[in-house]
């Protein structure tokens, strides 16, 4: 809506109807509407006779004016689609992807009925939390996606610290934990042909302004939303926009360095390396000392008989001693 980056500009100061008029290039009418349009999205916009309008607050909702005001990348967050509600984020960024929408498309939802985590789960939803998805056509090899969730991962972490100042740790292969309970899950697709990824769509669910009885009873004890942590409402927006500006420097590095910058962030934040795990996969469980990731993300573990490679399954802790 023209008159928003209109009033932005003036940083909180009154703007003339003239003034708008000029520089939104609009009738005073057309201002008016607008400005009734915005307050329905949540906008506070003040209207005093003989000073004009004035930007007073703007709503903490991911839609693509807010996450773009201040964005620095080049690719990712560029075209944004916000949603009051949808199914799953990923299965809107997998359609649009189908249907054309670029790389680096931001598909954000307010609240989700069919969010939908790794092997299977169901992934709680509610208002408040950060669910969105990114689109990304990579042309990679399948077994080049391991490090893009690692990228993923490690730019939430970064997006959470700046903007809260919490730390959080990676849980192979890619949960945030804090003090061993989950704050956000990352969910990789891919599709393509022969091996390649064409299309992928990665969705990150974050958990933010949930109170821990907005969590199912059955995950509650192994939840955590940053809200619970800071002790306060957590402005989400500005946790988007830094982990789209991460990402982008993560993502387009790690293709001239075979992302060691990502690994090396995973490995010093990780709450699973050096530690005794046991991973569930498609051919047993692999039991064990988590030694270190390899370029393509997957987990050596140190077992009784050798070192093994583990590429996707679900860690967890074996004993309390490394
Ligand atoms: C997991 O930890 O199992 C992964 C959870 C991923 C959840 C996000 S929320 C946004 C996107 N849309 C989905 O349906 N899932 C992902």
Redesign the pocket.
């Known amino acids: 809506m023209e008159i928003l980056s209109t009033l932005r500009a003036a940083a909180g100061g009154f703007l003339s109807g003239a003034e708008i008029a000029q520089a939104a290039g609009l009738s005073r009418a057309a201002i008016w509407k607008q400005v009734e349009e915005l307050r329905a999205l949540g906008y506070v916009i003040e209207a005093r006779p003989h000073k004009g309008y004035r930007l007073v607050s703007v709503p903490d909702r991911a839609y693509p004016e807010e996450v773009q005001a201040g964005l620095t990348t080049t690719v990712y967050g560029r075209k944004a689609h916000y949603l009051p509600a949808v199914a799953?984020?990923?299965?809107e960024a997998k359609r649009l992807g189908a249907l054309g929408w670029p790389e680096g498309t931001l598909v954000v939802a307010e609240y989700?009925s069919?969010?939908?985590?790794?092997?299977g789960?169901r992934?709680s939803?509610p208002p408040g939390g950060l669910?969105?998805?990114l689109i990304v056509k990579p042309c990679l090899a399948l077994s080049d996606l391991g490090p893009l969730t690692i990228v993923a991962a490690v730019a939430l972490q970064r997006a959470v610290r700046d903007q809260t100042g919490l730390e959080t740790k990676i849980k192979w292969p890619n949960?945030l934990v804090v003090d061993g309970r989950k704050l956000a899950?990352?969910?990789a697709e891919a599709s393509g042909e022969l091996g390649r990824a064409d299309l992928v769509v990665i969705?990150?669910?974050l958990n933010v302004n949930q109170e821990a009885a907005d969590f199912p009873p059955e995950i509650r004890p192994r939840a955590v939303s940053l809200r619970m942590l800071a002790g306060g409402t957590v402005a989400r927006v500005p946790i988007v926009r830094a982990f789209l500006g991460h990402f982008e420097t993560l993502f387009f590095q790690g293709k001239q360095d075979r992302y060691r910058q990502a690994l090396a962030e995973a490995s010093v934040n990780s709450a699973t390396l050096g530690r005794r795990v046991s991973v569930a996969t498609g051919a047993g469980t692999v039991e064990g000392r988590a030694l270190r990731l390899d370029p393509d993300g997957a987990l050596v573990i140190e077992t009784e008989t050798g070192l093994v490679r583990v590429l996707s399954g679900e860690a967890e802790e074996a004993g309390r001693h490394a």
Not at 88 to 91: F, G, I, K, R, Y
Not at 114 to 119: E, K, T
């Open positions: 799953s984020t990923n299965d989700q069919a969010g939908r985590g790794r092997l789960r992934w939803s669910w969105f998805s949960d899950g990352i969910l969705g990150l669910g």
